[in-house]
């Protein structure tokens, strides 16, 4: 029996199976915009510069996979679209694998009658820009500007939507999940991080000169001795880690804003990523050590969190102040107090996903437990000191009430089971297919 359409209310994003995971690609359209955007705010500014030059092109067949015919012009252009992304990897060899696998999903697409609505393949290319702050027509423009087609980006959207389509017509009648599986899973929520990661960091402030920091980001993650970051961050970083050369304690890798996950995750201890933009600043992250927990990873569907300004930026007198307020509060809810009689826009207090919060609020984030607070973050060009405290996460799988959504936690179950099984089925094509070079 051929696969079902699905419709709009199945489709979620776990269930997006591509060969590099959609979710975290996702998320890192957030920094795919690096060099094009002033540093006012993360992907907010105007496009700089003038289209990215596109090199005469092949558009001969380079790989044959069955009777599809994957050319020179799009191994280039998958590669060049992965490598403004920031994918881990070497972004030639991920689009040689990434094209030969949407081959073999279009083939077992045409084999049940399937083909990418093209409804469904503009609303996922529309939410994919989303996560970058951009609608769909500005995200194309930006990556015009680095030299990646429309078509291109298309062409990777539509595979995922028609591979999620053929993945659930064939398997979700398979995918029985148990009430005692439900249970076993929500006994092991909020156990802890299952990866934890020891990193350093180094902010160069990008305000004065950006292509000065640019080219100093890009020397600084060439690096890969330990001794040698640390020595570049009391020299250059404008982050208050500075002093201890940069080092951050052990954190849950879950903890990290969501872009920055894969990211990390790519690296082996002693590598450095590239420069990741973030607001007034370009932000480099080497990773010292990582360790396995036996506790289950913990990811939060929002994190709460709040911002008291204080006028004055990093000046004595603001730090002595953001001191003061630290020590006389114990949760969030008592900066209503400190705020109290003075202009509302002084206290902003809000709940977000992770992937919605800036990366530079969200790293702060990451180093904090509930109620702890840090002062390293400034606004209004530094001229204002950001106050900035965690009030609390959310776990997946919990409603907005604290009560746990068995709905939600059965979910994910079946498409981390569904994952499985397009995992296994993908394998079987690959294994079964004429791939001629």
């Not at 679209?81 to 070497?90: H, K, Y």
């Not at 201890?244 to 690296?267: C, D, E, F, T």
């Amino acid at each position: 029996m051929p696969p079902h359409k699905e419709t709009k209310a199945e489709m979620t994003r776990a269930d997006m199976t591509t060969s590099v995971p959609h979710s975290p690609l996702h998320r890192k359209a957030r920094r795919m915009l690096a060099p094009l955007v002033t540093c006012a705010a993360l992907l907010g500014a105007t496009l700089l510069g003038a289209p990215h030059p596109v090199a005469a092109q092949s558009f001969g067949p380079a790989i044959r996979v069955n009777d599809r015919v994957i050319t020179e012009y799009e191994l280039d252009q998958r590669a060049r679209m992965l490598q403004v992304f920031s994918t881990p990897g070497d972004p030639a060899e991920l689009a040689r694998e990434q094209l030969i696998e949407d081959r073999l999903k279009a083939d077992a697409a045409e084999r049940f009658g399937l083909s990418p609505d093209a409804a469904e393949v503009n609303a996922a290319m529309g939410q994919f820009a989303s996560q970058a702050s951009m609608d769909t027509e500005q995200f194309i423009a930006a990556l015009a500007q680095e030299g990646v087609a429309e078509q291109t980006f298309r062409d990777f959207i539509a595979s995922s939507v028609v591979w999620r389509q053929v993945v659930r017509g064939l398997f979700s009648a398979k995918v029985n999940v148990t009430e005692e599986e439900v249970d076993r899973a929500i006994a092991n929520q909020g156990q802890g991080g299952g990866v934890q990661v020891l990193l350093s960091e180094i902010f160069i402030p990008t305000a004065r000169n950006p292509e000065a920091a640019a080219d100093l980001a890009r020397q600084i993650s060439q690096l890969t001795s330990i001794d040698a970051f640390a020595n570049a961050a009391r020299q250059y970083s404008a982050a208050p880690s500075r002093g201890n050369g940069g080092r951050i304690n052990w954190m849950n890798i879950s903890n990290l804003p969501p872009a920055l996950q894969p990211v990390i995750m790519g690296l082996r201890p002693g590598e450095v990523t590239e420069p990741q933009q973030v607001s007034g600043a370009l932000a480099l992250f080497q990773l010292r050590a990582i360790q396995e927990s036996t506790a289950t990873r913990q990811d939060y569907s929002a994190i709460e969190y709040a911002r008291y300004f204080i006028p004055g930026g990093r000046s004595p007198e603001a730090l002595a102040k953001a001191g003061e307020i630290a020590g006389s509060i114990d949760t969030c809810d008592d900066l209503y107090g400190v705020a109290q009689g003075q202009p509302e826009e002084v206290l902003d207090r809000v709940s977000q996903a992770p992937a919605e919060i800036p990366s530079d609020i969200g790293l702060e984030l990451a180093k904090l437990d509930d109620n702890e607070v840090s002062t390293a973050l400034t606004a209004n060009g530094g001229q204002t000191l950001v106050f900035l405290m965690l009030c609390g996460r959310t776990p997946d799988g919990l409603g907005g009430e604290g009560e746990i959504d068995r709905a939600a936690v059965l979910q994910q179950l079946q498409n981390r089971r569904l994952g499985s099984y397009a995992e296994g089925y993908l394998a079987q094509l690959r294994s079964e297919a004429r791939i001629v070079e």
